[in-house]
T-cell receptor, first 112, second 115 residues
Framework: DGGITQSPKYLFRKEGQNVTLSCEQN?????MYWYRQDPGQGLRLIYY???????QKGDIAEGYSVSREKKESFPLTVTSAQKNPTAFYLC???????????FGDGTRLSIL | SQQGEEDPQALSIQEGENATMNCSYK?????LQWYRQNSGRGLVHLIL?????REKHSGRLRVTLDTSKKSSSLLITASRAADTASYFC???????????????FGKGTKLSVKP
């Protein structure tokens, strides 16, 4: 059963701490994305990757970092430089950049 | 600012009624997509309409696209309580901001269908 798995579902961050959100897909998609969603808002693109070992900043990349060492995996690190990290984070994948995206069920990040 | 903007922000109807949501966008597009999001879940792709298409159907969904007005509408016919969700349009903003070539999502319409 193909899909995208995000973990954990809930995550709490302490002041000054970096945290990493996991995203794994078995759809054999080349492109992967990280979005941030705030209450009542649409999705804002943080980072995207169109191929292994390559990624680009989206609209709100400051305070975040990513890696793409394997086609299946695209982890997102929320660094201590991100001063307002509380949000719902969604990972997605697709064949091409403007084609339908498949989404995971998100990670909700809060500050302790 | 967003490429796509949905209207209305919230919509409440009775089961069996039709629900219409609108999306306006700013730049030229190759395609426009509609997604659904249940509370606390990820988005699910519903339908894609290309810039050279005017109307598309999928089950109880009907999507129209007017490129001259830069707008699209999503019609859900004979709505059910299970249709309660947020609905987002997404466009491929070819020359728009830092997301070039990627999808840009609107803020969504929150639909509530009462039994």
């Amino acid at each position: 059963d193909g899909g995208i798995t995000q973990s954990p579902k809930y995550l709490f961050r302490k002041e000054g701490q970096n945290v990493t959100l996991s995203c794994e897909q078995n759809l054999n998609h080349d492109a992967m994305y990280w979005y941030r969603q705030d209450p009542g808002q649409g999705l804002r693109l943080i980072y995207y990757s169109q191929i292994v070992n390559d990624f680009q900043k989206g609209d709100i990349a400051e305070g975040y970092s990513v890696s793409r060492e394997k086609k299946e995996s695209f982890p997102l690190t929320v660094t201590s430089a991100q001063k307002n990290p509380t949000a719902f984070y969604l990972c997605a994948s697709s064949w091409l950049s403007n084609q339908p995206q498949h989404f995971g069920d998100g990670t909700r990040l809060s500050i302790l | 600012s967003q490429q796509g903007e949905e209207d209305p922000q919230a919509l409440s109807i009775q089961e069996g009624e039709n629900a219409t949501m609108n999306c306006s966008y700013k730049t030229s597009i190759n395609n426009l997509q509609w997604y659904r999001q249940n509370s606390g879940r990820g988005l699910v792709h519903l339908i894609l309409i290309r810039s050279n298409e005017r109307e598309k159907h999928s089950g109880r969904l009907r999507v129209t696209l007017d490129t001259s007005k830069k707008s699209s509408s999503l019609l859900i016919t004979a709505s059910r309580a299970a249709d309660t969700a947020s609905y987002f349009c997404a466009t491929d903003g070819e020359n728009y901001g830092g997301s070039q070539g990627n999808l840009i999502f609107g803020k969504g319409t929150k639909l509530s269908v009462k039994p």
